[in-house]
C-alpha cells in the first residue's frame, strides 16, 4: 500500500468517532427546585436521584441537573422558577416548596410536583386520574398526618390538656393544616394553642411563650423550613422539657421524641421516576398525580427517658422504628 493511501485511510478512521460524537443529541438538562438548603435534605436528593436511575438516566452521563436552593424563602420561588424557565430546561421538579409559583411561570415546560394538599384545589392539575395540562407529581397528606399526631401524643400522655402547635404563616398550607389539628384536638378535649414562627428569632421566642403557658405538649407542623430549623427546635423542647411529636424521621434522628409523617423519599423516587418517563417523551397529561401513602411512626427512647416518660408497650409495637 502506497504511503499516501494509508495516511489517508488512517485519517478517515480517526475522524469516525468525532462525527459519531457530532450526532449525538446534546444532554438534557432538568431543573429541581426545593425551598431548602442542599445540606438540609440530602437523603431527598439522593431518593430522586434514585428514581432517575431507575428509568435510566445518570447525572453526569447523560442528564444535567440545575439546582435552585431557596434557603427557607418562600417568597424566592417566583424568581427561582423563571430562571429555570430562562434556562430553558427540560423538565421542572418542583420540590418541597409551592408548586404554584412553577405553575405560574410556565405552561409548556413540564413540571413535576410535590404537594401538600389538593392539586385540583390548588389549580395545579383538572383531574388527578388526567391532568391535561403540564404538571403532574406526587400529592402529600400532611393535614391527616397532623390529625395522627395528636392521637399519638393523647395516647402517650392522656392527661395532657393544653397542647401547644407550632406553625410557620408563610407555609403556603399553614391554615390547612393549622384547621386539621384544632378540628382533631378538639375531638380528643384538648386545648389547642397556635404559636406562629417564621425565623430563628421568632422559635426561640415561640418555646418561651408555650413555657410560660405551661403547655403539656407539643404537635409540630409539616413545614419544610421548621424541618430544616430542627435542631434548634429539638434543642429548646428539651430545654423547656416540653414533649413533642413531629412531622418526619430525621427530627427523631436529631433528637425529637416522636415523629409521624410522610416517608418523603419514596416519594421524591417516584419525582424521579416521573421525570425520566417525561425525559423518554411521555407527557404530564398522560401520568396520573400519584398519593404518596407510606407513612413513618419513629419513637426516640432515648429522649422519652430524659423527659422522665414511659412509652407503652402498644405505642412501641406500632412504631416502625425505636431509637435508643
Same mark, same amino acid.
Request: hydrophobic share 45%; net charge neutral.
Given at each position: ?43 431527598? =436528593? ?5 428514581? #432517575? %436511575?431507575?428509568?435510566?438516566?445518570? $447525572?453526569? +452521563?447523560?442528564? @444535567? ?29 418542583? *420540590? ?10 410556565? +405552561?409548556?415546560?413540564?413540571? =413535576? ?22 404538571? *403532574? ?25 393544653? =397542647? ?13 393544616? *393549622? &384547621? ?19 425565623? $430563628? ?6 418555646? @418561651?411563650?408555650?413555657?410560660? +403557658? &405551661? ?10 423550613? #421548621? ?12 430545654? !423547656? ?5 413531629? !412531622? ?11 415523629? !409521624?409523617?410522610?416517608? #418523603?423519599?419514596?416519594? !421524591? ?10 425525559? %423518554?417523551? $411521555? %407527557? ?9 401513602? %407510606? ?5 426516640? #427512647?432515648? *429522649? ?19 431509637? $435508643?
Amino acid at each position: 500500500m502506497r504511503r499516501r493511501q494509508f495516511l489517508t485511510l488512517l485519517g478517515g478512521a480517526s475522524a469516525l468517532p468525532l462525527a459519531a460524537r457530532a450526532q449525538q443529541p446534546a444532554m438534557p438538562v432538568i431543573g429541581f427546585m426545593h425551598i431548602l438548603s442542599p445540606e438540609n435534605v440530602p437523603q431527598f =436528593v439522593l431518593a430522586f436521584r434514585q428514581g #432517575l %436511575k431507575e428509568q435510566g438516566f445518570i $447525572e453526569g +452521563q447523560n442528564l @444535567a441537573i440545575e439546582h435552585r436552593w431557596a434557603h427557607g424563602q418562600y417568597a424566592r420561588l417566583p424568581e427561582l422558577a423563571a430562571d429555570l424557565v430562562r434556562q430553558r430546561v427540560a423538565v421542572l421538579a418542583a *420540590t418541597g416548596g409551592q408548586p404554584s409559583a412553577e405553575k405560574a411561570a410556565t +405552561q409548556t415546560i413540564p413540571i =413535576v410536583f410535590t404537594t401538600n394538599g389538593d392539586p385540583v384545589r390548588e389549580g395545579l392539575v383538572s383531574i388527578l386520574s388526567r391532568p391535561d395540562g403540564n404538571a *403532574t407529581g406526587v400529592t402529600i397528606f400532611r393535614p391527616a398526618s397532623v390529625t395522627k399526631r395528636l392521637q399519638l401524643m393523647h395516647e402517650l400522655l392522656p392527661r395532657a390538656v393544653v =397542647v401547644a402547635h407550632l406553625m410557620n404563616p408563610d407555609f403556603p398550607d399553614a391554615d390547612l393544616e *393549622t &384547621k386539621a389539628a384544632q378540628d382533631a384536638a378538639r375531638s380528643l378535649g384538648m386545648d389547642l394553642r397556635v404559636f406562629r414562627a417564621s425565623n $430563628e428569632r421568632e422559635i426561640e421566642g415561640a418555646f @418561651a411563650a408555650m413555657s410560660q +403557658q &405551661k403547655v403539656d405538649a407539643l404537635v409540630g407542623s409539616s413545614d419544610v423550613f #421548621l424541618f430544616g430549623r430542627r435542631d434548634q427546635i429539638v434543642s429548646l423542647a428539651a430545654h !423547656y422539657r416540653i414533649p413533642a411529636i413531629y !412531622y418526619l424521621r430525621e427530627v427523631a434522628e436529631a433528637g425529637g421524641l416522636m415523629t !409521624y409523617g410522610n416517608d #418523603l423519599t419514596d416519594a !421524591y423516587r417516584l419525582v424521579g421516576i416521573y421525570v425520566g418517563r417525561i425525559l %423518554k417523551g $411521555e %407527557k404530564p397529561a398522560d401520568l396520573p398525580v400519584l398519593q404518596a401513602t %407510606k407513612f413513618e411512626f419513629v419513637i426516640n #427512647l432515648k *429522649t422519652a427517658t430524659a423527659l422522665g416518660l414511659t412509652v407503652p408497650a402498644s405505642m412501641l409495637l406500632l412504631a416502625d422504628e425505636v431509637i $435508643e
